[in-house]
C-alpha cells in the first residue's frame, strides 16, 4: 500500500525558509498531481501549492513569490521550499497525492513560525 511520509517540518524565526519533503513510498503505481495543504485550528484545509505530473505549478496568493513547490518523480518525492515565511504560514502542512486515481494523504507535519 502506497504511504505517503512528510518530513521537514519545526520552528522557525519570522523571515526564515523551511523545506518540506513528502516521499510516495511503495512501488507499482502511478502518481499524478500532488500537493500541499495548510490547516490551522478551527478551519478546514487549505491549498498551499499544487504540482502536475508535468511540472505546472499553481500556489495560494498568500504565498506566492515565497514558496515553491518541486518534485522528483524518479524519487517519488515533492519539495515545497518555503522562505520569507510569517507567523500566519503557522500550520499543520499536509502532503496529497493523486495516486492512480485515488486520493492519498500524508499525515501531516507542524511548521510553527514565531514572531
Known amino acids: 500500500q502506497v504511504q505517503l511520509v512528510e518530513s521537514g517540518g519545526g520552528l522557525v524565526q519570522a523571515g526564515g525558509s523551511l523545506r518540506l519533503s513528502c516521499v510516495a513510498s511503495?512501488?507499482?503505481?502511478?502518481?499524478?498531481?500532488r500537493g500541499w495543504y495548510r490547516q490551522v485550528p478551527g478551519k478546514g484545509r487549505e491549498l498551499v501549492a499544487s504540482?502536475?505530473?508535468?511540472?505546472?505549478?499553481s500556489y495560494a496568493d498568500s504565498v506566492k513569490g515565497r514558496f515553491t513547490i518541486s518534485r522528483d518523480n524518479a524519487k517519488n518525492t515533492v519539495y515545497l521550499q518555503m522562505n520569507s515565511l510569517k507567523p500566519e504560514d503557522t500550520g499543520v502542512y499536509y502532503c496529497?497525492?493523486?495516486?492512480?486515481?485515488?486520493?492519498?494523504w500524508g499525515q501531516g507535519t507542524q511548521v510553527t513560525v514565531s514572531s
Open positions: 496529497h497525492a493523486n495516486i492512480d486515481g485515488w486520493s492519498k
Open positions: 511503495g512501488s507499482g503505481f502511478s502518481i499524478n498531481d
Open positions: 504540482i502536475t505530473s508535468g511540472g505546472s505549478t
